[in-house]
């Protein structure tokens, strides 16, 4: 059990660590994942491209810190809300880059502009309001918003991606990003076509195998570590 927890712990210092590299997430945002027995790790009030190893910190369900230096996220709340309402999720990225704001608050979504956004066929809805999700009650608003699908936009706020592992969690949220920055350049030249649903699904297929994302995943690593 310790080893699987110190992997995950390894695993989440690399993924903010991209998402830093890669610019989208700058002094705030944050990344949880769901540990056994009621446990969540989190990464602490902090930059979180600057988070190493001893300072990730361990939540109970409803947030209160059990282990670890730093204090909580004051957005703690919308990961507590989310783990609660979707027992399928492992774990949960929230941040802030400028391309998620500009689509939230020009009310479009992220739409499936390009392939890289197939995996948000669903739809990404929007959560009305810009407020930080400090409370419960919020928490369970955006949670409520997300529903069953992998992705929320909080209008003039940020963007929250949920998955079953920080591998996937990573590459939702790098795509998620690059897919809002393909729509607003596209939209400025002219009316924008979105993929229909068999080309979603030919694309999915093929990034479902295992390589796919193993590429994927070795090309931003080896862009941050090298
Ligand atoms: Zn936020």
């Known amino acids: 059990m310790l080893n699987i927890i110190d992997s995950v712990k390894e695993k989440m210092v690399l993924v903010c660590k991209v998402l830093q590299q890669q610019r989208l997430v700058d002094g705030y945002g944050h990344v949880t994942f769901r540990l056994p027995d009621n446990r969540i790790l989190s990464t602490p009030l902090m930059p979180p491209g600057k988070v190493a190893l001893r300072d990730l910190i361990i939540l109970d369900t409803q947030g209160n810190k059990l282990e670890g230096p730093g204090e909580p996220n004051g957005e703690t709340p919308m990961h507590t ?28 979504g992220v739409k499936v ?7 948000f066929y669903r739809g990404v809805p929007i959560f ?18 997300l529903g069953d699908r992998n992705a929320v936009l909080l209008r003039g706020h940020g963007g929250t991606a949920v998955a079953d592992n920080l591998d996937d969690l990573l590459r939702l949220g790098i795509n998620l990003v690059r897919t809002a920055r393909i729509q607003i350049m596209a939209s400025s030249l002219g009316p924008v076509k979105t993929h229909s649903r068999a080309e979603v699904e030919e694309i ?7 390589k796919a994302l193993r590429r994927f995943l070795d090309y931003y690593l080896s862009e941050t570590l090298d």
């Not at 009305?128 to 918003?145: F, H, N």
């Open 204 to 210: 999915l297929q093929i990034d479902s195998r295992g």
């Open 128 to 145: 009305d309001s810009p407020s930080l999700i400090r409370t419960d009650a919020l928490g369970d608003k955006v949670a409520e918003a």
């Open 113 to 119: 502009v390009a392939n890289c956004g197939a995996q």
């Open 81 to 108: 809300s989310i783990y609660k309402a979707r027992p399928d999720v492992q774990c949960i990225l929230h941040y802030h880059p400028d391309e998620l704001v500009a689509v939230s608050v020009a009310g479009v």
